[in-house]
């Protein structure tokens, strides 16, 4: 078992914003490499029709073949993350129709505009103004479904 | 092999090592619908991380429009078709638990039954969409 631990230090503190940040980054440098942020190359993607570009269908196949393999290293090797007591990992495993519902709503949402979440901050913060629009409607539509929730 | 397929399979894969690097340090499944619905009202006390995960996506973006701004290609739909998609997303993505990364990439690689309903659910609308909408 390797060591862990959690950190109180300032040092520590910083280490582990910048190191969130590090994947924030690298998370986001992945999107626009592959294409993820050209709404154009992603409706490409879904439509099947025609000149069908089946090319963003590597990027899910990409970071599953890298996630996959040292996710289960990760788990398998440490009790607890470096900066945190322990892992945050979902553990529901029922099928309910808030998750068919939420899917398909934002399968439809994808597929209309050609944005996803990562994608859409990436653009926003690049200037784009479909990428600001995207955002801005959003999180609207964040904060409508935890109040809804909430209700 | 063409060059966009060689860019996505890599930058899928630096997606991939990202994910690996948030489970790593922070223990957490890097779901940007996730990370970012957490830092909305109701707050969470863990903002931290979370804030800082999405300025440093948020910085992949600006390095983007000094280096190469066609990579962040203009919208193909009208800004009213855009602002609806923006809602049906976010609203989407908090209902359903997850988006293309948390559900599509992480759940996924964990093999979670939820996941993969949510991403064949996704996917099937979104095509379904696409096509309606048409590609232009």
Redesign the interface.
């Known amino acids: 078992m390797s060591t862990s631990f959690v950190c109180g230090g300032l040092r520590c503190r910083v280490m582990s914003i910048v190191l969130a940040g590090l994947a924030g980054t690298a998370f986001g440098v992945g999107l626009v490499l592959s294409g993820m942020t050209t709404p154009a190359k992603v409706i490409g993607f879904l439509d099947l029709r025609g000149a069908w570009d089946p090319s963003l269908g590597l990027v899910m196949a990409g970071a599953i073949a890298v996630y996959a393999p040292l996710s289960r290293v990760i788990r398998r090797a440490r009790r607890q993350p470096w900066f945190d007591g322990t892992f945050h990992l979902p553990t529901r495993r029922d099928l309910d129709g808030k998750l068919a519902v939420g899917a398909a709503i934002f399968g439809i949402g994808w597929g209309l505009g050609g944005l996803c979440p990562g994608p859409g901050v990436v653009a926003a913060a690049a200037g784009s103004e479909t990428g600001l629009l995207f955002v801005a409607a959003m999180l609207v539509g964040m904060l409508a479904q935890h109040g809804w929730v909430r209700r | 092999m063409?060059s966009?397929?060689i860019?996505?399979?890599?930058?899928?894969?630096?997606?991939?090592?990202?994910?690996?690097?948030?489970?790593?340090?922070?223990?957490?499944?890097?779901g940007?619908?996730g990370v970012?619905?957490s830092l909305?009202?109701?707050l969470p006390s863990d903002r931290?991380?979370?804030l800082?995960?999405?300025?440093?996506?948020?910085?992949?973006?600006?390095?983007?429009?000094l280096i190469?701004?066609s990579?962040?290609?203009?919208?193909?739909?009208s800004?009213t078709?855009?602002?609806?998609?923006?809602?049906?997303?976010?609203?989407?993505?908090?209902?359903?638990?997850g988006?293309?990364?948390g559900?599509?990439?992480?759940?996924?690689?964990?093999l979670?039954?939820?996941s993969l309903?949510?991403?064949a659910?996704?996917?099937?609308?979104?095509?379904?969409?696409?096509?309606i909408?048409?590609?232009s």
């Open positions: 063409s966009s397929w860019f996505a399979l890599g930058g899928g894969a630096l997606i991939g090592a990202a994910a690996v690097l948030l489970l790593l340090t922070h223990g957490r499944i890097a940007i619908s970012i619905g909305l009202p109701p931290g991380w979370r800082a995960f999405v300025a440093g996506l948020a910085l992949a973006g600006l390095g983007t429009a190469a701004p990579a962040i290609g203009a919208s193909v739909r800004s078709a855009v602002v609806i998609a923006g809602l049906l997303v976010g609203f989407g993505t908090r209902l359903g638990g988006c293309t990364s559900h599509g990439v992480c759940g996924l690689s964990r979670s039954a939820r309903v949510a991403v659910i996704f996917m099937t609308t979104g095509a379904a969409t696409a096509m909408a048409g590609a």
